[in-house]
């Protein structure tokens, strides 16, 4: 088997809102499942550091953006939709 | 979208509108574009736009955070924990209310106990009293702080001077994304520290006050641990620790499960416990190691009743177990005690409750089955004096005795008395136990005895044994001759008033009091006040509850003992013979009167040499015991006659009567009566009467012949067997006309002992009448029988008759001799006339005529001379007539007169006495006996005449008592005609009886005939027997002396004697029997008799050899003369048997036909004709 890579996500959130809320639940949710020991996830709240949600070209809460592995991915939603969700991410791997 | 247009003089509102409209579509827009997954939009400059849903949401969020704060604020200031945030250097960040007003309260801490101050810091630079904690709680926030833990606590003191206080500082991290540091909370717990310092007080208590008591006690939480136990139960129990620490109840329950006789009903118990939690158990458990333990078990409930867990307490009851052991082997041998004693007996803890009670308490208070006592229910049975009475008693923890009353559960009253003893230990009393006792009949019984006492029927008395007397009841008083006063001033005692012989009795008597509780009654004296002494019985009886006192009877026997003295000087008198007895034989005293009766000395007596037994005849000895067993039942026996054996061997008969003394059965009295003399008497008597000079016989009351003599026997014609089979009875014999006469005379006789003598008749056993005179009187001893005397009136009845019959025709005579003398005067010219008359006529049919009244006439005219004859025949002139002559005419007169065929005989001898009489009347005699013999020879026979002289001595007299012994001539005519039957016989001499046919006699020949023979002094009978003959037979007194030397017959002619041969005479009638025996023994021979022909053969069989010659009697019952002289002839073919019969013997009967008699006796027959005929018989060889 080849190594298992490592994930690492950014999740960029509107403070309590209900779209992000459900964001980061669902991220730590499949992270867990799929991706356990293996993931990295931080979590940007707009309205605390907007300047780095404009750095990376973030337009509309909640986006995730998975840096690696590459490709880099944008996925932008509350992530509700998992299989969705796992294809884009190429999941399972 | 265009908005210029407006913009001069555009309203901002209206732009604000529109340009809100655009933000709504933008909005719309980008929720499509978006589909719903996104919250806001970042535009240049990085600002976010939050859409709708997001602004709303933040909205809210912003809201409830607010009021999240709010309500967080709110609560951490009510919290009664001072809470105060700190950062990750220990300043506080922010603080609570209650923080804030500690730090007011206790401003000791100053203002810098607020926000931006370090705490830790603060902590770190405590000094004071508090400064130890305050160091430690600072080092303890700083790892907190650091992380290096999750918790700090710690508790500390706050002590102000007014009270005490404790406080708790926690300590714990808060690691939010925000924030890093620590809350600090410290928290007052006083309450819980006092609570905890109680607590602990309490528990050391709790266990001091376990560990100090007896018992073990072991409390179980719900769960089953071992929350508290003391020391005493792993004593107890001998628990191994880790038994004991167990969590789990069950293995402790096991482990002491296993100590026990009967695990499994302990587990049982527990389980059931267990499963009913709010349940008390008590139980008394024996273990195997023999100790018996008493197990307690309690829910342990908290302040709010909830179940907490369960507390056993253990109970070491072994002592109280043994002593329940004891109390119960105790009470079984109180209750076996109670049994026989009827006490009850009780046991009580003191100071209680248990009681245990005996069967018999029980039974005293009549309660219910199942009823337990305790000390207050036993109390509450007690009246209220009594209730009152007892509990001060016990309260003085003294031994009590009390009579008390109670009721009973059934609501009776009764008299009890209860007894305690009290039982110590360690100083203390442990138990009271005693005896419970219905006195109820006691009190009953002791208030008879007290009306027993008053009522004066005996004389009483209470004495103790110091010899006085406590009381008495009047009668003793009375008897005693002393007063109420005497008697209260203490004047009387008991020993006092004993004369000084008694003393050794009383002191013996009281002894077996004292063993007894009573004594048996003996006889003493007491010494009245006068001085005087009176003989008494006294019997004396303690009282169970005090054996030092007791009661007495006193019976005054002065009335006893005079009784007594008069019996004696009877006894001494020897009016009768008197002896005293025991049962078993010895005769222990008698009067001189019965010494002498039995020939004994008093030396013999004394010796003890007399007894009954031997006293009495062999055969009487029965009859003496039967006697003896009679008196037991009646006080005495019937008196009875028997022999007693003197001392010289003689036999003397007694009638003796005995009875037995009511103090001692085994001893007795008998009166004796000496029945020599009477018996002499009686002998005499006996002797009368067997001597048959009398007819006598002995009768009962009911009836019954119970003796007769053989007169008496003979006159009835019943036989000895007859009498001793019981067979004569004297009411039968009697015929009933006179069964009312013999009643009134049987009154008679029962009111004077006798009766005057009266005529009646009997029957005889074959079934004739015999009239009688009886005399009777009834026995003085035995009034229920007597003795008559009966006479034979028989002769004197035909006396009577005869007598009679000479009146009537005396009477008729003189009637007779009027009217013949009449009638010749009548006929003599009839007569005259005739002879006249036929001398004129001769007319035949005339002369026929006249004859014939001629005829008639001298008919008339000779019976009118016989009747003249007959009436004169009594006078009549009386010259010497020598008979030969009379015969010898009428001998003539017949063979010229009379028929042919009838044949004559005519026997005269040569000597003939003479007769002093009227010869025509003779010749009368003659001819209307010959005439009669004729008439009854209707075809011929022979007619025999004899005359010849005749001694009528003793002898004939006894046979015939009509006649006078003397000489006579006797003439007898005999004929072979038809007879006459008996009847016929009686009344032959009656006048005008007559057997002819009318016309062909007159029927007073023969009354004519007696009436001349009467008035010669003659005699006549006849023997007749009907179709063979009659015989005529005519004594006529002879004259005196012998005239014409033609009686060469000498009277004193000696008559042939005997030689002492033994003759046997056999006849009927005793009086014949008695005379000839007389005469043969006169004229030396020896007779015996026998009254019947079996008795004459068998006496010829055993004496054949010394009888010479049997006389026979031809006519007897039973066995008449001929078969007697068959049977004597079987025996000896050779007997000489002479025949006596009143036939002669031409008219011998045919059943001798076979036997030849050879020697005859003609009954009545003279001492000549026996004693020559005997002669004649013996000269034969």
Redesign the interface.
């Known amino acids: 088997m080849s190594k298992r890579p490592h994930f690492k996500f950014r999740l960029y ?8 809320t459900q ?1 980061r639940a669902n991220l730590q949710t499949l992270c867990a499942t799929y991706l356990p020991d293996r993931h990295e996830i931080e979590v940007v709240d ?2 605390c550091d ?5 750095a990376d070209g ?5 986006t995730l953006i998975k840096y690696s592995p590459p490709p880099i991915r944008k996925i ?5 939709q998992t299989q969705t969700v796992l294809t884009a991410l190429a999941l399972p791997d | 979208m265009t908005t210029k247009a407006s913009a001069a003089a555009s309203d901002p509102n209206d732009e604000i509108a529109a340009w809100a409209l655009k933000l709504q579509e933008a909005q719309q827009r980008l929720q499509e574009l ?15 736009y ?1 859409l709708q ?2 602004q709303e ?2 909205r809210q ?1 912003e809201t409830s955070q607010r009021q999240l704060a709010a309500t967080m604020t709110a609560i951490l200031n009510a919290l009664p924990a001072h809470i105060a945030l700190l950062d990750a250097q220990g300043t506080i960040i922010s603080v609570n209310e209650a923080w804030v007003r500690f730090g007011v309260v206790n401003a000791l801490q100053g203002p810098d106990f607020f926000v931006d101050q370090n705490y830790v810091e603060i902590c770190e630079r405590a000094s004071g009293s508090c400064a130890e904690e305050a160091h430690a709680a600072a080092r303890g926030i700083r790892r907190v702080l650091e992380g290096e833990s999750e918790y700090f606590e710690l508790e500390y003191p706050c002590h102000s001077p007014t009270k005490k206080s404790w406080f708790q500082l926690v300590a714990t991290p808060v690691r939010s994304d925000e924030l890093r540091g620590a809350v600090v909370m410290h928290v007052d717990i006083t309450s819980r520290k006092l609570a905890e310092e109680n607590l602990l007080a309490n528990t050391a208590l709790l266990e001091a006050q376990l560990n100090s008591t007896l018992d073990g006690v072991i409390v179980i939480d719900a769960k089953g641990t071992n929350v508290l136990h003391n020391r005493r139960v792993l004593d107890l129990w001998k628990f191994p620790q880790e038994i004991i620490d167990a969590p789990e109840n069950k293995k402790r329950l096991e482990w002491m499960a296993r100590q026990m006789k009967e695990p499994q009903a302990f587990l049982e118990k527990v389980a059931w416990l267990y499963a009913h939690p709010t349940e008390t158990g008590l139980d008394e458990i024996e273990l195997v190691d023999g100790r018996c333990v008493e197990l307690y078990s309690a829910p342990v409930l908290d302040k709010k009743g909830n179940y907490y867990g369960r507390i056993w307490v253990t109970r070491d009851i072994t002592g109280r177990k043994s002593n329940e052991r004891r109390d119960i082997e105790q009470l079984g041998l109180l209750r076996m005690a109670g049994r026989v004693g009827k006490l009850g007996a009780w046991a009580a803890e003191y100071p209680g409750p248990k009681i245990i009670w005996s069967e018999e308490v029980y039974r005293i208070h009549e309660v219910e089955p199942g009823f337990k006592p305790d000390h207050e229910s036993t109390l509450s049975f007690f009246l209220p004096d009594s209730r009152a009475k007892l509990e001060a008693a016990i309260r003085s923890q003294q031994p009590y005795d009390l009579e008390l009353e109670i009721i009973t559960a059934k609501g009776n009253k009764r008299w009890v008395r209860t007894t305690s003893s009290l039982e110590w230990k360690d100083g203390k009393v442990q138990r009271l136990y005693g005896v419970f006792q219905d006195r109820t009949d006691r009190q009953q019984a002791e208030k008879r005895l007290r009306r027993l006492f008053d009522s004066n029927a005996q004389c009483v008395f209470f004495w103790n044994k110091r010899g006085e007397i406590l009381d008495a009841n009047d009668a003793f008083l009375e008897l005693m001759g002393y007063t109420r006063e005497d008697l209260n001033a203490g004047r009387i005692g008991w020993t006092a008033m004993t004369p000084p012989q008694y003393v050794e009795r009383d002191r013996r008597a009281m002894e077996e009091v004292s063993a007894e509780g009573f004594c048996k009654t003996y006889e003493k004296e007491f010494i009245r006040k006068d001085g005087s002494r009176v003989p008494i019985l006294v019997g004396a009886a303690t009282f169970e509850d005090n054996p030092d006192e007791g009661i007495c009877f006193v019976i005054d026997l002065t009335e006893r003992r005079r009784m007594e003295s008069r019996f004696r000087r009877l006894v001494d008198s020897n009016a009768q013979g008197v002896m005293f007895w025991d049962k078993a034989g010895p005769i222990i005293d008698g009067n001189n009167a019965f010494l002498r009766l039995v020939g004994y000395t008093r030396e013999d007596l004394r010796a003890k040499r007399l007894n009954w037994q031997t006293l009495t005849v062999p055969e009487d000895l029965a009859t003496a015991q039967r006697a003896l067993e009679e008196i037991p039942s009646n006080g005495s026996c019937a008196p009875f006659e028997t022999e007693w054996i003197r001392k010289d061997g003689e036999r003397v008969p007694v009638y003796l009567s005995a009875g037995s003394f009511e103090d001692d059965p085994n001893q007795g009295v008998t009166f004796a009566l000496d029945l020599s003399e009477r018996k002499k008497t009686e002998a005499r008597f006996r002797r009368l009467i067997d001597s048959n000079v009398q007819n006598v016989m002995f009768w009962n009351k009911n009836g019954k012949a119970i003796d007769a003599n053989d007169g008496f026997l003979h006159l009835i014609g019943y036989t000895r067997e007859d009498l001793q089979a019981g067979r004569i009875k004297w009411t039968e014999l009697t015929p009933p006309e006179y069964a009312e006469v013999d009643r009134r005379r049987l009154e008679e006789i029962a009111a004077k002992g006798f009766c005057a003598p009266y005529e009646k008749e009997y029957i005889r056993k074959d079934g004739s009448r015999v009239p009688v005179l009886i005399g009777s009187a009834s026995f003085e001893d035995n009034p229920d029988e007597g003795v008559v005397f009966v006479l034979d009136l028989t002769e004197r009845k035909k006396l009577e008759q005869q007598f009679l019959r000479a009146q009537r025709m005396e009477s008729i005579g003189t009637l007779a001799g009027g009217i013949a003398h009449d009638l010749n005067n009548i006929l003599a010219p009839i007569m005259m006339s005739i002879d006249v008359l036929k001398m004129t006529v001769t007319d035949p049919q005339a002369s026929s005529i006249l004859q014939t009244i001629e005829t008639s006439s001298k008919r008339g005219a000779d019976i009118v001379r016989q009747v003249l004859s007959f009436a004169r025949g009594m006078e009549g002139e009386r010259v010497e007539v020598q008979a030969k002559h009379l015969l010898k005419d009428i001998d003539a007169l017949i063979r010229d007169t009379f028929p042919k065929n009838i044949r004559r005989e005519l026997a005269i001898p040569a000597d003939l006495w003479t007769i002093l009489g009227d010869p025509t009347l003779i010749h009368q005699i003659l001819l209307n006996l010959c005439v009669n013999a004729r008439d009854a020879m209707p075809y011929g026979g022979k007619l025999s005449l004899a005359v010849e002289n005749c001694v009528l001595d003793e002898q004939y007299v006894s046979m015939n008592p009509q006649a006078k012994a003397g000489r006579y001539v006797l003439i007898s005519v005999t004929d072979t005609g038809t007879g006459m039957a008996p009847e016929i016989q009686e009344k032959i001499f009656e006048p005008f009886f007559t057997t002819k046919e009318v016309g062909k006699g007159t029927g007073l020949g023969l009354s004519t005939v007696m009436g001349i023979v009467k008035s010669h002094e003659g005699i006549i009978t006849v023997y007749s027997e009907p179709g063979k003959g009659t015989t005529f037979r005519v004594y006529l007194p002879a004259m005196e002396h012998a005239s014409g030397g033609q009686t060469k017959q000498t009277q004193s002619v000696s008559l042939p004697r005997g030689n002492g041969e033994m003759i046997l005479i056999v006849d009927d009638e005793a009086s014949v029997l008695t005379i000839t025996s007389q005469t043969l023994e006169a004229f030396g021979y020896r007779a015996i008799t026998a009254t019947d022909g079996a008795e004459a053969v068998a006496i010829y069989a055993q004496r054949q050899n010394e009888i010479a010659v049997v006389i026979t009697d031809m006519m007897m019952p039973v066995m008449d003369g001929p078969a007697t002289m068959r049977a004597l002839m079987r025996i000896d073919p050779a007997v000489k048997i002479i025949a006596a019969s009143g036939l002669s013997a031409n008219g011998s009967t045919t059943k001798i036909s076979e036997v030849a008699i050879k020697h005859f006796l003609t009954k009545p027959y003279t001492s000549a004709s026996l004693l020559k005929t005997l002669r004649m018989i013996l000269d034969e060889g």
């Open positions: 959130v509107a403070g309590d809102s209900p779209n992000s964001a707009v309205l907007p300047k780095r949600a404009l973030i337009l509309l809460t909640p932008i939603g509350n992530l509700s | 978006t589909g719903g997954g996104v919250d806001s939009v970042l535009y240049a400059g990085g600002q976010s939050l849903e997001a949401k933040l969020s």
